[in-house]
């Protein structure tokens, strides 16, 4: 049988949250089975009573890294978002990750408690990593979804998407319109902005919309609407990890060795600035050079075809 880690929520609001937590991640376990899984949680075993109290800060850290050992000799951590996505499974899936484990995202069927549609997706990679035709390919498999236009004074390019950008504005009408802006970055000598009335207003479309963006982008979006709960619960930030140096090597075959040692570099050092972030990125892999593509747009529908999921409806 595999075996795998099992991540879902343990601690809720209050005492019957929690059960009900225990009782998900029991019928996670079940549904592992069912799939040819035998399953490991840390969160049924390690809470129980006489073995580690959750409410004890000293114990609930040895609990998180009496887990994180047992992934060492699983095959995979499988993370059920049903009920949402905990800041201790967010530990979890980062562990794994910098083990080099797969993560695979998870909806347990005909359960009746879910999370939110998204209503903006950010996604987020280093070069090359294929996060343009991860969008375009969920784009095809969308067609109510579409991008949300950025501004910049750059001109177009063949590898920019239909919608990404409104290319050619002067710097001083950027800069006039700085205000409207959630930032104005400045990369290679132009500048790009994403206005704030843009994704306000996407929020109340009913199919998503999507933002190609850097990490930076991401941090300055999510920090500007956590003033709204509501509002920031309805952004789905996915990050598309880097392959393998072997992957990246036959991608770039042909070119210099400098200019791929830099790429390597570059990816390394963006998956480990966003491993150590705050934020509650959702991960993606594109590493097979056939099916890689289709296996990530498959993990994004995970979060969009959620067949009971429900929009909850920003304020006015």
């Known amino acids: 049988m595999r075996r795998v880690i099992l991540e ?4 809720g609001e209050n005492w019957e949250a929690t059960e009900e937590n225990i ?12 799939r040819g899984e035998t399953f490991f949680a840390s ?22 890294e009496g887990g994180f050992a047992w992934k060492e000799v699983s095959d995979a951590t499988v993370v059920y978002i049903n009920r949402g996505i905990s800041k201790g499974m967010d530990l979890g899936i980062k562990a794994a990750l910098k083990m080099g484990q797969s993560v695979e995202y998870r909806v347990l069927a005909d359960y009746p408690k879910i999370t939110p549609l998204p209503a903006i997706i950010t996604i987020t990679g280093a070069s090359g990593v294929g996060k343009s035709t991860v969008i375009k390919k969920f784009l095809e498999k969308n067609p109510k979804t579409g991008l949300i ?18 290319c ?7 800069q006039d319109m700085e205000k409207d802006f959630f930032k104005l970055f400045s ?4 500048l790009y902005g994403t206005l704030k009335k843009s994704v306000t207003e996407a929020m109340a479309y009913s199919d998503p919309r999507v933002l190609i963006l850097v990490p930076e982008a991401v941090k300055v979006i999510r920090d500007y609407y956590s003033k709204w709960p509501v509002l920031l619960n309805l952004i789905k930030s996915f990050y598309v990890f880097s392959p393998g140096e072997d992957e990246i090597r036959r991608r770039l075959a042909g070119r210099g060795e400098a200019e791929i040692q830099k790429r390597i570099n570059d990816c390394k050092k963006w998956d480990e600035e966003v491993l150590a972030s705050n934020i509650p990125y959702i991960f993606l892999k594109n590493e097979e050079p056939d099916k890689g593509i289709e296996k990530a747009v498959k993990q994004m529908m995970v979060f969009i075809n959620h067949p009971s999921a429900s929009r909850q409806t920003p304020p006015c």
């Open 43 to 64: 969160h049924l075993l390690y809470t129980q009573e006489h073995v580690l109290d959750d409410k004890v800060s000293e114990e609930r850290k040895l609990g998180i």
């Open 8 to 11: 879902s929520p343990f601690k």
């Open 149 to 166: 236009i950025s501004y910049t004074t750059r001109g177009a390019r063949d590898f920019d998407l239909p919608g990404e950008y409104l």
């Open 168 to 174: 050619g504005h002067s710097f001083e009408v950027m």
């Open 23 to 34: 009782r998900f991640a029991r019928l996670c376990g079940h549904d592992c089975f069912l």
């Open 187 to 190: 990369a290679h000598g132009n």
